[in-house]
């Protein structure tokens, strides 16, 4: 594969932009990156920037987005980057994706691709609160589209299935309010670069993966 691949990963919580992450990572060969995953990584590895980063988590605050944007520039700096990269859950607010470009234009370096998997509030609020989620083993179902062979029990280790705080119709709520006030202006940032494409987020998973692929080749 010739083309060069940095990608970001747009949408709302539950639309689904993780599972899409995963499949164009795997398909191109190019490393998924969650700021999650990367700021567990450094912390774990006892990295100066982890550390950083751990003494504001520590203290329940945010971590800064230039020291996130360090983070992030460190970890794209590596070999497995060199064709590219999924970038998923980051940038989340304008502030970032400004800090992000400022220090990748330094490196005289872009984002291609800006992919907004689209899912209208409500679907989301009905995908979510279907989700249930075994209490001991941790695994997950969806009560219409990966049900258990038996109702509100695991098949794998016979527990019982709960709806977890996280995915209450209320709380995604909250969630999708935040999303609206923070990241939605991404959209509208990206869009004025160029670089951003929509997909349907509501058909079949490997309709959205195909309506992406399409868009990258």
Known sequence: MGICMKIIML?????GKGTQA??????????HISTGDIFRANIKNGTALGMEAKSYMDQGLLVPDELTVKILL???????CKKGYVLDGFPRTIPQAEVLDKELDKLHDQIDHAIDVDVPDENIIKRMSGRRACVSCGATYHIEYIKPQREGVCDEC????V???????ETVGRRLDVYHEQTQPLIDFYGQKG???TVDGTQDMQDVFHAIVKILE
């Open 158 to 161: 016979g527990q019982e299935l």
């Open 11 to 15: 949408g709302a919580p539950g639309a």
């Open 195 to 197: 670089i951003l494409k």
């Open 163 to 169: 709806l977890r705080d996280d995915d209450r119709p």
């Open 74 to 80: 460190d970890r794209v700096a590596q070999e497995d």
């Open 22 to 31: 995963k499949l164009i990572a795997d398909k191109y060969g190019i490393p």
